[in-house]
Nanobody, 116 residues
Framework: QVQLVESGGGLVQPGGSLRLLCAAASGTKFSIYTMGWYRQAPGKQRELVAAITSGGDTNYADSVKGRFTISRDNAKNTVYLQMNNLKPEDTAVYYC?????????WGQGTQVTVSS
């Protein structure tokens, strides 16, 4: 029903930066919802790394505090994740989704690989 599209991932060296983007290809607005960025590495549980309310309040997993910044542009119906000082343990597929009692359908995610 809601098609989420993540982009901006890639291969980066430790200490590098990436900026991820989440958009709704379906045309459905999600600017009124709390949104989150999640990540999942092979064989591991998907985890929430950052969330942002419709009003801009944010929360972060301890593992990314001080390095990642979640933001949104409600006019563009877009959510961002600025990732700085990337570490190998950040390697995962990153997804965006609603952070609530129910989820939108999961998108394809975008691969982030941190390696020298």
């Amino acid at each position: 029903q809601v098609q989420l599209v993540e982009s901006g991932g890639g291969l980066v060296q430790p200490g590098g930066s990436l900026r991820l983007l989440c958009a709704a290809a379906s045309g459905t607005k999600f600017s009124i919802y709390t949104m989150g960025w999640y990540r999942q590495a092979p064989g591991k549980q998907r985890e929430l790394v950052a969330a942002i309310t419709s009003g801009g309040d944010t929360n972060y997993a301890d593992s990314v505090k001080g390095r990642f910044t979640i933001s949104r542009d409600n006019a563009k119906n877009t959510v961002y994740l600025q990732m700085n000082n990337l570490k190998p343990e950040d390697t995962a597929v990153y997804y965006c989704n609603r952070n609530a009692l129910v989820y939108f359908d999961w998108g394809q995610g975008t691969q982030v690989t941190v390696s020298s």
